[in-house]
């Protein structure tokens, strides 16, 4: 099964920006390309929410609406990881950062793509804290 490590999360005031970083291996006869990689957060007293997601296939990828504009999502397949880019961070940004990988994507609409339920393989999370 395919391992993911994030890191990049930090403290940060509003406004600024962080990059956080989604780092693969272990991909089993399979490479890198072959997969989906998702970037979940979750807040204190929230529940999850998926905020971009990407296909390393062909390179489609989807926002939530809470984040379109500011986020960017991308991969690297010869460093095989996967980036999240936020710029304009709010305190409402305030969570614990988790991606997560799935073999072979299907993405047939956004909602699919931004789904907990679609990974298989997930990280521990990196702590991201926007000060107001």
């Known amino acids: 099964e395919v391992q993911v490590v994030e890191s990049g999360g930090g403290l940060v005031q509003a406004g600024g920006s962080l990059r956080l970083s989604c780092a693969a291996s272990?991909?089993?006869?399979?490479?890198?390309?072959?997969?989906?990689i998702t970037w979940v957060r979750q807040a204190p007293g929230k529940e999850r929410e998926g905020v971009a997601c990407?296909?390393?296939?062909?390179?489609?990828?989807y926002y939530a609406d809470s984040v379109k504009g500011r986020f960017t999502i991308s991969s690297d397949s010869a460093k095989n990881t996967v980036y999240l880019q936020m710029n304009t961070l709010k305190p409402e940004d305030t969570a614990v950062y988790y991606c997560?990988?799935?073999?072979?994507?299907?993405?047939?609409?956004?909602?699919?793509?931004?789904?907990?339920?679609?990974?298989?393989?997930w990280g521990q999370g990196t702590r991201v804290t926007v000060s107001s």
């Open positions: 272990g991909f089993a006869g399979f490479s890198f390309d072959d997969y989906g």
């Open positions: 990407i296909s390393v296939t062909d390179g489609t990828t």
């Open positions: 997560a990988a799935t073999l072979f994507p299907v993405y047939s609409e956004t909602d699919v793509c931004l789904s907990a339920q679609t990974y298989d393989s």
